[in-house]
């Protein structure tokens, strides 16, 4: 099983100094990726000195520390990616309160797909960082289509022969789309919200719902998922779901988690 999860605005603070090393590229996951990881930190680390630094990257004066804070990232300490990540569904997964078990499978199953680093595992250690994977970096342009050219190796090897669970949102979505033998047990995680008999799909809450769902098929006991119906299974031991087949071959299953109004 592979689980693919965005990344979170919301990130721990930089490690105190002397404590942890800065990050290593030698050392992350999928060493392939060293090249492009290098030049979208070095662009970056460029734009964020730039004047119209807060513009390039689309955001508020609010976030002009942190913006300051990508021209140093190969310089301050770094720490593991599950500790890094601290935004609503970071929280819902919790992975540091997961038992032992499940802290296991999640350093093999879950993937973050990041707009800096390309993709990341639970145990490799970067720094906080300000971008977001719908910016044109000069230098680099789109960076969802700069990661397209790369990633598709990595991820479609971390696939395997198993079920592929995507919780990304559509924005991180857009830098790997499963080839069509791996979509075909691909699920891409919907939440949708019931009221008066109606359906709506849920935006920020949603990933409350994925991060909960990630935590359940870490920590239950049932052998994993291999299939797009066995994991519908899984899923439904614990929330209301639906499973929709893709609507042309070579596309990705659909999973409708449902929730209440007001959940």
Known sequence: ????????????????????????????????????????????????????ALALLGVGPSLAEEVVGNTRLREVS??????????????????????????????????????LWGALRPGDAVPPYRLSMGTELPGIG??????????????????????????????YQAAWTPPAPVAQRTVAVRVLREHEGRRTVVSHSAKWHRGLVTRHLLVRSGSTPRTPRALAAAVAEAFRCELLAPARPGRSWTLDVLVPDGA
């Open 142 to 171: 789109a960076l969802a289509a700069f990661w397209r050219g790369h990633l598709d190796g990595p991820l479609t090897g971390a696939a395997g022969t198993g079920v592929v669970v995507d919780c990304r949102s559509t924005t």
């Open 1 to 52: 099983m592979l689980v693919l999860l965005p990344p979170s605005e919301g990130k721990a603070p930089v490690a105190r100094a002397g404590r942890r090393r800065p990050v290593d590229l030698e050392r992350l996951s999928w060493p392939e990726l060293r090249g492009p990881r290098a030049r979208v930190l070095d662009a970056l680390a460029a734009a964020s000195a730039r004047p119209d």
């Open 78 to 115: 770094a720490r593991p990616v599950r500790e890094l990540y601290t935004g609503v569904l970071y929280d819902a997964l919790d992975l540091a309160s997961l038992p032992p078990a499940a802290r296991r499978s999640a350093a093999r199953s879950v993937v973050v797909v990041s707009a």
